[in-house]
């Protein structure tokens, strides 16, 4: 298939899946690395109060507002 008929099919709707080989797909800049952080006491159990007003869960908060301040700096 032509580059201009897959595209043709993406812009159009179309399901593309059948097209991609997905056991090589990849996320630039996602990989996962594992870090180990001290936090006091009073600050997880705000992280978790927090976490749970949310309906996520604490590393979520955690990942939430460290993107965030990150993506502010930029």
Excluded at 23 to 43: C, E, I, Q
């Amino acid at each position: 298939m032509k580059a201009s008929e897959f595209d043709e099919k993406f812009d159009s709707g179309e399901d593309i899946t059948e097209f991609l080989d997905l056991s090589r797909a990849s996320r630039p800049g996602h990989l996962l690395k594992r870090v180990n952080v001290d936090f006091p006491a009073w600050m997880i159990d705000a992280l978790d109060r927090e976490a749970q007003r949310l309906g996520v869960t604490r590393q979520s908060i955690i990942k939430m507002w460290l993107a965030e301040r990150l993506e502010a700096r930029q």
